[in-house]
């Protein structure tokens, strides 16, 4: 997997890990370099001891000095939403050869993380990504 790895241990354990892959989101004209962030899993024996946000707190100091925007798409938004984080409320797409293809599927489990280079957004218009092998979002 590509993109940059973050990793928190405890007694040389692996406890909590998150990947960002550098992606390009279209939204409203804009192009926008974004830390997509994928692979998020803290192992269950350490969950609600506060790795998770830990970590994903490092995750966002990291996209807000790399990136005009942050995303991620889950099942599981509550846990980010108190770290910042925000739903995306317009339809989304993905960019391909052939064009642009609804991901209506998605509607609703993509959040963004506005970072201080970001654009004003309306987080109600259609957001695309770019095409990828696997999860598109």
């Known amino acids: 997997m590509g993109g940059l790895h ?3 241990e405890e007694d040389g354990a692996i406890v909590a890990h998150a990947s960002v892959v550098e992606r390009e989101l279209h939204t409203s004209g804009h192009r926008l370099e974004t830390g997509y962030v994928e692979a ?3 192992r269950p024996v350490h969950q609600r001891q506060g790795h998770g946000s830990t970590l994903m707190r490092e ?10 925007l942050g995303a991620l798409a889950t099942g599981s938004s509550a846990f980010y ?3 910042g984080w925000v739903v995306w409320k317009g339809p989304t797409f ?3 050869d052939s064009g642009v293809i609804r991901t209506g599927e998605e509607d609703g489990s993509v959040l963004v993380r506005l970072t201080p280079t ?18 598109l979002w």
């Open 6 to 8: 973050f990793i928190l």
């Open 40 to 42: 998020v899993a803290t």
């Open 59 to 68: 995750v966002g100091e990291y996209i807000d000095q790399t990136f005009r």
């Open 81 to 83: 939403e108190r770290l």
């Open 94 to 96: 993905v960019r391909t």
């Open 118 to 135: 970001s654009p004003e957004l309306d987080l109600s218009a259609p957001i695309s990504c770019d095409w990828r092998s696997g999860d």
